[in-house]
């Protein structure tokens, strides 16, 4: 075997906002024969995620920082081109952490066959991933919603968001949505049943404009984002509320992370719970969220909604175009040739 890849390294480290020029797409040559337990694999779909920002500085987090000069990696669906481990065979969906390249020679261990009769491949960046077990456990584990409370989920009409908010609907409660714009505003409402809609870039005071969405005040607020906006949402917690913070995407791209009000006193005298997680705090759990969110989507209980840009090529713009909310639902990026 001999074949020419593409793949994309971290050029140089990006200082606030990610550009294009940040990422290098080189092309490289594998060649020779499969050993026993490894797979050629030919990427399909690749996910961006915001978290991936955090990787690209050169701080040690929760995840070790991309090398500069090495590939980018990250979720992604693969199909066996070739296979030299039993129980693959050509043809079989994989998802695992992968290289964002072309194709690759991979060790069977890193991956793991996905059923596209539960769900579409994508599903498995989105729903069944990642992304659907954030929602699931950050709500129902943290934010434990009960029926008739209100919840407030930022970032809403994101990857994470849109499944927290149909997962809060399903549970009974009233959802209200923040978001960055009157098209996906439309979008909760119509296609999400959504109870009310924030858009965080209209000119009025937004500590306003929840308490005039949420008239029973916040039970439960579902953190995607951060910053002011999170700021405006802990003005109107309840008695007992919860806070799931999830993500803190105003900040990823901040230099300095900027100075807050003091909420200390709003949390101690309502006596809220505020707390952090990794969907990873809950991995012996996957099985148990993964069965119930499968069972939900066959039963068209959870929508999943996608934002799938075609071409390799295109995957630094498909990640920075987060950062501006150019996605609705999962973005991802599928490779052209996807034939085997
Ligand atoms: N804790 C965990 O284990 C875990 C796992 C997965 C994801 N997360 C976090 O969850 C959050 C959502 O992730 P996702 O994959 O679902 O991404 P996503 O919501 O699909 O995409 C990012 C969205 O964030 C919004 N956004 C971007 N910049 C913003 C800003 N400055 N202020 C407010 N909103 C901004 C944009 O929507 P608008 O148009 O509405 O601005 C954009 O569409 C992220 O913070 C991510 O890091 C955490």
């Known amino acids: 075997m001999t074949i020419k890849i593409k793949q994309f390294v971290l050029l140089k480290r990006p200082v606030g906002v990610p550009v294009e020029s940040n990422f290098s797409l080189k092309t490289e040559t594998i060649s020779g ?79 793991r066959k996905i059923d596209v009769q539960i769900g579409k491949a994508s599903d498995y960046l989105g729903v069944l991933g990642m992304t659907g077990l954030t929602a699931y456990f950050g709500l129902l584990k943290i934010g434990q919603p009960i029926s008739g409370e209100t919840v407030v989920v930022s970032g809403a009409a994101g990857a994470v968001g849109t499944i927290v908010g149909q997962i809060a609907k399903m549970k009974g409660c009233k959802v209200i949505g923040i978001v960055g714009s009157g098209e996906k505003e439309k979008l909760l409402k119509d296609r999400f049943n959504f109870d009310g809609m924030i858009n965080y870039k209209s000119k009025d005071d937004l500590v306003h404009l929840i ?24 003005q109107n917690m309840n008695f007992q509320g919860r806070i799931v913070l999830c993500g803190q995407i105003s900040l990823y791209n901040s230099k300095e992370i900027p100075m807050g009000p003091r909420i200390q006193p709003i949390l101690l005298t309502k006596s809220i719970l505020m707390q952090g997680f990794i969907v990873s705090n809950f991995t012996e759990q996957f099985p148990e969220g ?20 075609e071409g390799f090529e295109n995957l630094p713009k498909a990640f920075i175009d987060l950062f501006s909310g150019k996605n609705v639902g999962k973005m991802m990026v599928m490779a052209k040739d996807i034939a085997l």
């Open 33 to 111: 024969d499969l050993k026993e337990n490894e797979l050629h694999l030919r990427g399909i779909y690749y996910s961006v995620d915001p978290y991936m920002r955090g990787r690209m500085n050169g701080a040690k987090s929760y995840v070790a920082p991309f090398a500069l000069n090495e590939p980018i990696s990250g979720a992604v669906i693969a199909r066996v081109v070739e296979s030299k481990k039993s129980g693959l065979i050509t043809g079989d969906f994989v998802f695992g952490q992968l290289p964002w390249a072309t194709e690759m020679v991979v060790d069977s261990s890193s991956v």
């Open 211 to 234: 308490k005039n969405a949420c008239p029973n005040g916040v039970d439960v607020y579902f953190d995607n984002v951060g910053g002011e906006i999170s700021d405006a949402v802990i």
């Open 290 to 309: 993964l069965a119930e969110l499968s069972k939900w989507v066959k039963e068209g209980k959870i929508e999943a909604i996608e934002t799938i840009i």
